[in-house]
Antibody, heavy 117, light 107 residues
Framework: EVQLVQSGAEVKKPGESLRISCKGSGYDFTNYWISWVRQMPGKGLEWMGRIDPSDPSDSYTNYSPSFEGHVTISVDNSINTAYLQWSSLKASDTAMYYC???????WGTGTMVTVSS | DIQMTQSPSSLSASVGDRVTITCRASQDIRRDLGWYQQKPGKAPKRLIYAASSLQSGVPSRFSGSGSGTEFTLTISSLQPEDFATYYCLQHHSHLLSFGGGTKVEIK
């Protein structure tokens, strides 16, 4: 079965760093790019960016202008896992975060991130 | 960037009704569009890909149409399990973008 399993919920303070993960199984992980999607409480879906696992260098990573510079997307092909990382969280980063394969044929389980002092 | 304008933002309908949701793209995206259903507390689920192709396992009451800048999702006969929020997503550009969503509520 094709699955994307995400890491568990996180509670952090403003200014802290965080990395959440998305582990693929049941398919060739390097053949499909992975996107990250934000959903703030009670709001719609926002595409954040994507990475092509076949070449995890920067040239194969795209970010929405709304998120570029605030988050980093990376991948570790040795463990079929994509990451979304913040170096300094803000309260406005409080949201559910989903990973999705390619154009969303498979979605992750979601990771709730709460940032509060 | 390509902007996706989805309408309406919400609608009330009864079981058995025909429901139509529209997405308009700010530029030609050919047929590079999908439709997604999201229920509260759940991850989105793809219903339609390539504008009009039905995802495997999705009931045939769901259909998609359109190309270029205007796209439509139609539910031919609304069922109780269809009350949810629906989104379009374009992937024509290297920067993807969602529509704002349509919440389908019970009348």
């Amino acid at each position: 079965e094709v699955q994307l399993v995400q890491s568990g919920a996180e509670v952090k303070k403003p200014g802290e760093s965080l990395r959440i993960s998305c582990k693929g199984s049941g398919y060739d992980f390097t053949n499909y790019w992975i996107s990250w999607v934000r959903q703030m409480p009670g709001k719609g879906l926002e595409w954040m960016g994507r990475i092509d696992p076949s070449d995890p260098s920067d040239s194969y990573t795209n970010y929405s202008p709304s998120f570029e510079g605030h988050v980093t997307i990376s991948v570790d092909n040795s463990i079929n896992t994509a990451y979304l990382q913040w170096s300094s969280l803000k309260a406005s980063d409080t949201a559910m975060y989903y990973c999705a394969r390619r154009t969303g044929d498979v979605w992750g389980t979601g990771t709730m991130v709460t940032v509060s002092s | 960037d390509i902007q996706m304008t989805q309408s309406p933002s919400s609608l009330s309908a009864s079981v058995g009704d025909r429901v139509t949701i529209t997405c308009r793209a700010s530029q030609d995206i050919r047929r590079d569009l999908g439709w997604y259903q999201q229920k509260p507390g759940k991850a989105p689920k793809r219903l339609i890909y390539a504008a009009s192709s039905l995802q495997s396992g999705v009931p045939s009451r769901f259909s998609g149409s359109g190309s270029g800048t205007e796209f439509t999702l139609t539910i031919s006969s609304l069922q109780p399990e269809d009350f949810a929020t629906y989104y379009c997503l374009q992937h024509h550009s290297h920067l993807l973008s969602f529509g704002g969503g349509t919440k389908v509520e019970i009348k």
